[in-house]
């Protein structure tokens, strides 16, 4: 990514300046994001809008020495994790929308959205593998049918099936675990 970021930049000093901040709080900046984010895919998006912002900015530091630079970088980190994060709360909140889901069986998961707030569901839909958020997201967020993710993913309806159902049953018994449902 070093290499990337660095062709961003025009002045040799702005670049020899990059490389040296980079290197030395890539690993703060990294965590700071992660005990924001705990999805790594996240993470990684936050990291690379924070340093592609400061790459924006970096003429500002010419003149700064490295702890005020740290300091900005990482304010910059903790507000694009916060914007990540809302976002997700905004989705999960398309999730739990009642109104616009017409499956009478799912009572279960939207009433634990209405009564312990969608960040707390949200939580228990990260416990989830990869592949059951991805179908469960298609299906209560963007109201495609099991078949019509079958085609949008190229895998059969049995396994979207699968993944559903799994998914489904999982969620609702991590929000029993956690009496929430």
Known sequence: MLVLYLTMLDEEVDKKKFERIYRKYHLDIYKRIRNILPDEADAKDAMQDTWIKFIDNIEKFRD???DSIKAYIMRIARNQSISILRIKQKEAKILCDINEIEIADDE????????NGVSAVL??????TESQRDVLNLYYVHHYSLKEISKLM?????????RWARGRAKLIEILQRRNLS
């Open 64 to 66: 700064k020495d490295d």
């Open 154 to 162: 190229n895998i059969s309806e049995v396994t979207i099936t699968g």
């Open 108 to 115: 279960e998961l939207f009433s634990a959205c209405e009564s």
């Open 123 to 128: 939580e228990c839909f990260k416990m989830l």
